[in-house]
């Protein structure tokens, strides 16, 4: 049972930097793709970034391509979202999840979110 825990979320200014981090224990993380997705109050969740499990490739949705940059740190088994230039519109509770990387899409497994708010 893979378990997942995201950490790093907070009020910040538009213009700064925030850096999410996702620890993962149990089930096989090394072998899994990880991703991140974000949910908006009255939207539905959307995809954010994703890394595979060697950390070679790496995807973006296009709204965060050159601000948010996903790496993920094996032997610590933790996924990291490093966001920079955040906007007002990036406010969102962030989840990390285990993604399948034959289709790229989630797994089910997900933490319990971190809240990410950017004040203008």
């Known amino acids: 049972q893979v378990q997942l825990v995201e950490s790093g979320g907070g009020l910040v200014q538009a213009g700064d930097s925030l850096k999410l981090s996702c620890a993962a224990s149990g089930g096989t993380f090394s072998t899994y793709a990880m991703g991140w997705f974000r949910q908006a109050p009255g939207k539905e969740r959307e995809f954010v970034a994703a890394v595979s499990w060697s950390g070679g490739i790496k995807k973006y949705a296009d709204a965060m391509k050159g601000r948010f940059t996903i790496a993920r740190d094996k032997p610590k088994n933790t996924v990291y979202l490093q966001m920079n230039s955040l906007k007002p519109e990036d406010t969102a509770v962030y989840y990390c999840?285990?993604?399948?990387?034959?289709?790229?899409?989630?797994?089910?497994?997900w933490g319990q979110g971190t809240q990410v708010t950017v004040s203008s």
């Open positions: 999840a285990a993604i399948d990387s034959t289709n790229w899409s989630p797994m089910g497994y």
